[in-house]
């Protein structure tokens, strides 16, 4: 379950160090992330005739996602959906079932150099120095100041510490506007792009088709609940509801004279790996047809979408682009695609490559 | 939080003991519940001038409310959804916000003598005994079978290991078409309805009439999740996804050689009391604009929705209907309603007299 925030921290590290910190820290960790990319090759298990069949509609409603290139993985998604949708057809779904689930991080928008929370997360320690003299010594703290990530991740269990103090006991709403400033200033490291900027065009035209066609479209990601829905609606058409991440623990509780909602120090949930069919079957109660990620923190997710019955169908994004994006799958610790690209082999899921099957990567800027 | 469960032990006990049992038993005890119902008079805050203004179309929109008279409580309901859908009105409120939560237990089923929920894990434990012999000499386990609850909750311990033996273990697969069978066929013991059937009318009107103007309908309970997702949607309308409750830990792991869900023995959050805002940020996180409850359960829902800025309205129901229904308020130890009653007259909420206002309780009996 705490994968991914292995990985993260091994990222820090440099690759030099394994993790070793406690089971709390490992937890907060684990809350930063999201998932690991993918390649291979495989399609939807349409048969040839049934495809034949609906390639008509199918090439029509094709052009309702124009940053794809008319290659196999978008046909196989048509494919799907004409299936699904298809009045009278043996595999027909009705509109309340067709529940999709998307992984945000490396799936919906980049992760590298680092899960984008991370940064925030950094930056946030950061901001709260001037109300802490009493981290003046801390190693981690100096690390970080100097932009010493490496530095700071030997630290692990001090640098933990830090992320803590810094939003433990605040107000939910005083978090959200924190995060709301920092999504509105803070730019990629290297793409010198805001981060909500730095979502995959692809993906919001497929939404959007999902939508279309009756589709009810979910985030389940290893990142936190509070850091995506500022924005989910605004830039996924996913509203706040339909986000499912890792949870602090939250108390309802008084504060300057009012009942108000603040956040613990600590993870109560990790939404990744085996957390994801837990997530979805609290939080969505029906199991998704379609599901898509990009790494092995999405293997269970995927793997639990494909052993319902009735037509489904897993994908996965390869990141194969270190032109227009990055290019990592099984070597990577931010976003590993390892066991999951072996499987989607095995079983044929669909496995897109951004480089080949994506004219577009980015959305044009804002201003 | 387990003010419920407290609650349910003690009517269990013919209110002759007080509650004295362990946290753990606590928490499973409070998972079986809901709410406590509720008593006084008061109105939405809509000026005289502005209320005026809009009765005509508010009279047309009432026809949707067939089962509830022309009373202050309808009103007041059609006055806030009036309000808070015209366009270009300074409380005109977008349809993403127009977010309605409900209580479940008492605000749209029946919850007398005891939760429905309790009864369903009763006769669990009654099912399982032939797997059981172990059983045969436990106190709690005899008092069970002789239908002696009184007894059983003497035993409260003994009582609550019996009901986590019955479904820690279980897959929810397994565990959902335990509920589903047992909703088929069981019967309200004085009622001798189905329990879905002991629905309440006018809130199904209710919630139709909300849906129609753009709200979204949540459920709000302290019952668990699963027991209410199997019939929510046909029943209510309300999708398993808008269903927040009570969980259970789940864990993904390997059962008869495949990947599944499976419940633990122990609740691992409590949608009660103050959990109910916690719960609500969670699940859903966005802020309602309305809430309806029937108990002191439901005081920290009702609270956290009208802190909020904007129109918001809090409504109670009050059990005062001893012939078709049940009546009881403060005195209860199901449903009790005593706090949220007295802020419901200081506040000025709407409190729904259901013999006065409703003229219908349950729907038609299904064949």
Same mark, same amino acid.
């Given at each position: 379950m705490d994968g991914n925030g292995k990985a993260a921290l091994g990222w820090m590290k440099g690759r030099t160090t394994r993790r070793s910190g406690a089971l709390a820290a490992a937890a907060i960790a684990a809350s930063l992330l999201g998932a690991l990319g993918g390649c291979a090759s495989g399609t939807d298990a349409t048969s040839a005739s049934e495809s034949q069949a609906i390639q008509a509609t199918a090439r029509a409603s =094709?052009? =309702?996602? %124009? @940053? #794809?290139? /008319?290659s196999k993985s978008r046909q196989d998604i048509v494919n799907f959906v004409e299936r699904v949708t298809r009045q009278g057809s043996p595999d027909f779904v009705p509109p309340a079932e067709r529940i999709a689930v998307f992984d945000n991080d490396g799936t919906l928008w980049s992760e590298h150099p680092l899960y984008f929370q991370y940064f925030f997360l950094l930056d946030q320690v950061k901001a709260a120095a001037p109300q802490h003299p009493e981290w003046k010594n801390d190693p981690a703290f100096k690390a970080i100041m100097a932009n010493d990530i490496a530095g700071a991740a030997k630290e692990e269990k001090r640098l933990l510490s830090l992320i803590a103090q810094? @939003? *433990? *006991? $605040?107000t939910v709403d005083a978090y959200d506007k924190t995060i709301r400033n920092w999504l509105d200033t803070a730019r990629h490291p290297t793409l010198n792009r805001r981060f909500t900027d730095l979502v995959y065009q692809p993906q919001l035209e497929l939404m959007n088709y999902l939508r279309a066609n009756g589709f009810k479209t979910f985030i389940v990601s290893g990142g936190t609940l509070e850091f995506m829905r500022p924005w989910s609606e605004r830039v996924y058409g996913i509203p706040p509801e339909q986000v499912v991440g890792s949870t602090y623990g939250i108390t309802y509780t008084m504060r300057d004279g009012q009942m108000t909602l603040v956040r613990g120090p600590k993870i109560e949930f990790i939404n990744d790996g085996p957390g994801k069919p837990v997530g979805i079957y609290r939080h969505i109660g029906r199991r998704p047809i379609l599901a898509v990620g990009n790494s092995d923190g999405d293997l269970q997710m995927l793997q639990y979408t494909m052993a319902g019955a009735g037509p489904r169908m897993a994908v996965l994004v390869h990141h194969d682009d270190a032109q227009r994006e990055f290019a990592y799958d099984r070597k990577t610790s931010i976003g590993t695609l390892d066991k999951a690209l072996d499987e989607a082999g095995k079983k044929g899921w669909t496995v897109i @490559? $951004?480089? +080949? /099957? #994506? @004219? +577009?990567?980015? %959305?044009a800027a804002r201003p």
């Open positions: =094709a052009t =309702a996602l %124009p @940053s #794809w290139r /008319d810094v @939003s *433990g *006991g $605040m @490559s $951004m480089k +080949q /099957d #994506w @004219s +577009q990567i980015y %959305p």
